[in-house]
């Protein structure tokens, strides 16, 4: 067992360990200013081609609709917004940094596809609980998986486990602690602080493996489950989960963020609408739509029979499109 004060001296001085990138660094001090600038963003986003183009690819995809074509950084700052295009391309530099520096054990298709779905996942469930900060969520789910990066590089046996399955997340939770006394979760907060990340999305990083969400609230708390529970959503999405695991997580929605069956159903189909499209965006494929469209079958089939008279509802919100991209 690894005592935390050596383990976080050993994350600071590890030279493998990969280190914000100094387009991020200044993005992460932008997206601290309650007043950011348009002409600074533009200036530190034009420092790098290939990342200007993945915003302006971002601002004329369909996850922002637009009749005329976006062109400029200007308009899609304007378009996407500031902390949207702050976050956005924050999460750009990471996922590409961390995809160039290899892995050992973990297994990084796996590692990638999920925080994807992860983030999708925390968008979805964010704009259907009326959480003004989206942008902030999708960059949150995008990153709560970071300190399995770093635990691969500072213990490069650590994943490298035949009795592992590291698509159970539950079991690498358990491993990690069994192993080091201490999860990703933790470790990815104090990597975020050390960098500045914003305190809430350290937090949230720290708390997104919590088994329990916090009680049903309005404050900060409800940043916390919306990622919490969209790590639950994505293990159902990964795993093939039973009906009754997939009516307690319809249970615990309810309860700690006060989402109605329906409007659960209406998170399923928004993550539909987004995860093709968020995939694209980050050059990956993760290969779960197929999942996705079992999962939500399941949910209407289940949410129909406990539900008899939204039935129909459930019906005419699952089935009025196909998943972009399958069949």
Known sequence: MTDHVELKERLRACPNLPSSPAVAKRLIQLMESPFPDVEEIVQVLSRDSALTAKILQLANSSLFPYKCQVTTLHKAAILIGFNGILATALSFTLVRHFRNEGSTGLDLDLFWRRSLLVASACRAIGEVCGQKDTEELFLAGLIQDIGMLALDRLNPDLYHSEALDQSLHAEVVAHEQEMLGVTHALVGSWLLMDWNFPSKICMAVQLSDEARLLPNSEGPEKFFNCVGFAVTLVGLVITNASDKIFL?????????????????????????????????????????EANLLQLMEQARTVLSRRHVPLANQFDALFLQNAMPGVG
């Open 248 to 288: 307690a997580q319809v249970d615990l929605a309810e309860s700690c963020l006060g989402i109605d069956p329906f409007a659960f159903a209406k998170i399923l189909r928004k993550l539909k609408d987004v995860v093709h499209e968020s995939e694209k965006l980050f050059e990956m494929n993760s290969h779960s």
